[in-house]
């Protein structure tokens, strides 16, 4: 279904007119509102993917002007939106960039100047800005069309998104400043990270907030104002509280939006303190839940809970993709919420309620001292799980025989392991998929065409330990590699480690990242692909094909292919039919961040962020890449098809290392020649 007149009939009869983005457009973070991450566009194709080649590098300057202790604190996870003929996108210190689409020349430029004192508990990031044009205000009028941006610092800012200029009729001189509800640690402790939403003439943002500090903690309200003047709308705080002393329940990962029904779905997350739930009796509504809230007045019209009473970090991370799916009974517009666990639950969007059965199931019992535990856990029945939810002590890797993996074993075997939702324990409990996916904040992507599901998905072993409070001293310094949360107020702080082998290898066996593809309506896995390789962090650069954690999305398009960045530096290209990977650009540093495509002057680019990923030891950088098409006359360089590919840079320097013990065999070996002849007598 490559023709472009026949796709645009089928994408228009499946979406309806009022959401359907203009083929050369990526205008909210996830492609549209409703986080769908598939662009109508068909211009490069699995056939000539291969001719790819960089079209511009933009870099922010960050790591040139910032200090090196600043940047180690940093995320580039911004996906640029395409508006007002310029990609426009924010640094991790909310610096916000318009870029022309073809050269990648900086248009403007502003700074919101955010203090690099705060130490932003979940760092410095920003994934993201919001777009919305002003239909009552005059063609040229300033401010008409305009971006909004959550910060670090707690702001919401609005920019004229041609010019970059402050919006002064939006709060004070362009912005507002949240306040909490509760008075703050430290500055860090409250941010937002996540690119604000707007339905009709509302903004609407969320918040991240610092985990495992205390039991009474902020609250994870959610705000709306209004988009013109930024007056306060309305609020919702998650989590109810009779009988529960706890915070958050937060919003921290992006939200979608329904314009049609009027209705804004929000992901949220676990109440405080993660992993000790005694002083929150109960299931905790609404937390962990897809929330879905009237915009216009953020009265609730339905909740559905993916996790009880949670207490191993299994919040809600990714945006809720919105869809029309063929279900085998008709057509049903619905809710898609992948988890950390790699469950995908898939509700209507009217009403709450699942598609398909989803079964409460019995889960491991005997929680430590003062726990609540729920008994039953819900489990999708029809949509497989997108990846193994148990790991026992034989499933461990080793490189080095009857070493790192026996140490591996060992970690695991120590540990309480009864399987998914196996609770904290103080003799330490295997949390696996671990707390950051499964799925993580680059969510799922849907292609409405042939009702297929892709996301990226991690693969590691967390090991959660819990401190009884006697314990754990003033000064208590974790052990090196380790979390540590104090979860004041409670009867046990916590320790949480990524489960690594004396290599710093992950313990579990690869693959450690993968792309899976999911047919919803079989309920079936149609493939998994491994993506990335151990290439930017191995010795000498060694590619082992192992995959690797994948916390960000993908981006996927009607010409067939589904791009993703790794926390390898390459932007990768996999056939969406059957996830055979086709083609790798290099980046400067990994591209730890959703991908986007889109049309400019005739021509079909693909972007990506590549800044890397402080939490997870990558290169940092502060770029912004982009490729397209080679033109009459172009070719992908020589570089671009040798060293610049997994592999290319370790094959080189072994070949280059190679010629270098041959020459110098050769010159040994004619050194020890000419000595013979030297010493051999002349003839008389």
Known sequence: MRNPVCLFAFVIAIFGAGNLLPASAWEHWGGDRGGSRFSPLNQITPDNVGNLVRA?????????RRAPEVMRRTKFQATPLLVEDSLIFCSPFNEVIALDPGSGAQKWRYDPKISTAQRPANRYNCRGVAYWVDGRAAENAACRARIFMGTNDARVIALDARTGTPCTDFGANGEIRLETDMALEWPGEFQITSAPVIASDTVIVGSAIADNRRAEAPPGTVRAFDARTGQPRWSFDPLLHDGVTAGHANVWAPMSVDEERGLVFLPTSSPSPDFWGGKRPGNNDHANSVVALRAGTGERVWSYQT???????????????????????????????????GFVFVLDRDTGKPIWPVEERSVPQGGAEGEQLSPTQPFPTHVPAMLPQQISADGVFGLIPFWDGEACRAQVASARNDGLYTPPSTQGTVVYPMTGGGVNWGGAAFDPV?????ANTTRAIHIVKLLPRATVADGFNPPPGHDFGRQQGTPFAMTRAVALSPLGLLCNKPPWGEMVAVDLKAGKILWRARVGTTEDRAPLGIAFHFGTPLVSGVAITAGGLVFSGAMDAYLRAFDARSGQELWQGRLPVPGVANPMT?????????????????ESGTTIGDSVVAFRLARPGESPSLMSRTIDRPGGRFSAGAAAAAVVVLLMAMLAWRWRRNRKLRKQPHAQ
Do not use: C, M
């Open 450 to 454: 042939n009702q297929i599901l892709y």
């Open 598 to 614: 889109y049309l400019w002057k005739g021509e079909q680019y693909v972007a990506i962020g590549a800044g890397g990923h402080s």
């Open 56 to 64: 511009w590098e933009f870099r922010t300057g960050d790591l040139d």
């Open 307 to 341: 996790v009880h009473h949670d207490v191993w970090d299994y919040d809600l991370p990714a945006q809720p993709t919105l869809a029309r799916i063929d279900t085998g009974e008709g057509q049903r517009d619905v809710v898609i919420q992948p988890t950390k666990q």
